[in-house]
């Protein structure tokens, strides 16, 4: 079956700092790299941060230095660690494999909203 389960999303001032949990099916995680992606009314959803299967990560200039992505392939979990989060972070954010196209399953996605 597959499966994107994201979570630990919420309300934070500005500063603060959330983690997100990514639980994805083996079909989906297993032997790929896998991302995290973000979209906010209107726009298009953009990639954000990514992490290989043998761990090699990279981010997008706005989150680098600030977000940390890990996986745990054992629990085929991969994770967001937000920090000096910014109002220009709100957002809905979803986890999926690398690359990635619009017309793949998707999660429901876990709603990240900074306040200033």
């Known amino acids: 079956q597959v499966q994107l389960v994201e979570s630990g999303g919420g309300l934070v001032q500005a500063g603060g700092s959330l983690r997100l949990s990514c639980a994805a099916s083996?079909?989906?995680?297993?032997?790929?790299?896998m991302g995290w992606y973000r979209q906010t009314p209107g726009k298009q959803r953009e990639w954000v941060a990514h992490?290989?299967?043998?761990?090699?990560?990279n981010y997008a200039d706005s989150v680098k230095g600030r977000f940390t992505i890990s996986r745990d392939d054992g629990k085929n979990t991969v994770y967001l660690q937000m920090n000096s989060l910014k109002p220009e972070d709100t957002a809905v954010y979803y986890c999926?494999?690398?690359?990635?196209?619009?017309?793949?399953?998707w999660g429901q996605g876990t709603q990240v909203t900074v306040s200033s």
């Open positions: 083996g079909s989906i995680f297993s032997g790929n790299a």
């Open positions: 992490i290989s299967s043998s761990g090699r990560t």
């Open positions: 999926n494999k690398v690359p990635v196209w619009s017309t793949d399953y």
